[in-house]
């Protein structure tokens, strides 16, 4: 099973650097840099794999300023915990290439509609999500990546909340891996999969 994603992955990789400064990273995230008009920022749009395409179709002709670094996370892959599957992406995926890239913002592509700026904080266990302060340990889970990587990863999310934006845009829940940016001082948003072209449009007409 990993070897037959990881191929997947080296053969997109193969087709995207035809284009664009792609990349494949040690936990199996594919990347690219897609660049837009002079001046702005860079943005990380990080967006799980299995939705590369919806992706990147509301990418293709997207106007904005700077550079938007692409990346798509086939976390989770197998973990191991007496065959419990793991729901969502896992955060050290995410947290190696944000420190290694420091973008000036960080979007993260989630389930639903809109702008995601908050989440109250949470954990997975064996009896399914739970606030922090519930009884019960999160799940601890060793997680390997398309590359063979394994690493551990604790199911508990700290609360996270950025400022609202003046945009015309539905609010949800944000994503709960959104803490990781924060962490390192990255303004993070979430955006939702549903209808992702036009809030992309509104969030870059802003920036």
């Known amino acids: 099973m990993v070897s037959s994603l990881l191929e997947q992955l080296s053969a997109d990789l193969e087709v995207l650097s035809e284009h664009v400064r792609a990349g494949l990273d040690e936990f199996g995230t594919l ?61 050290a995926p995410l947290a190696h290439l944000l420190e290694r890239t420091r973008p000036d913002r960080l979007l993260l592509a989630f389930p639903g509609e809109g702008l995601g700026q908050s989440f109250p904080g949470a954990k997975e266990t064996a009896e399914g999500w739970l606030l922090l302060e519930a009884e019960g340990e999160p799940l601890t889970l060793q997680v390997a990546a398309p590359t063979g990587l394994l690493y551990r990863e604790v199911r508990a999310y700290a609360p996270w909340e950025s400022p609202s934006l003046p945009l015309n845009l539905p609010i949800s829940p944000g994503p709960y891996w959104g803490s990781v940016g924060l962490a390192l001082g990255i303004p993070t948003y979430g955006v939702g999969l549903v209808n992702l072209r036009a809030s992309l449009e509104a969030l870059f007409s802003l920036w």
């Open 31 to 91: 990347y690219c840099y897609l660049e837009g008009a002079r001046g702005g920022k860079t943005y990380l749009l990080h967006a799980p794999y299995e939705e590369a395409l919806a992706v990147l179709r509301a990418l293709n002709g997207l106007r904005f300023r700077g550079r938007i670094l692409l990346a798509l996370d086939p976390s989770p892959l197998s973990p191991t915990l007496e065959g419990l599957p793991l729901t969502g992406p896992t955060r």
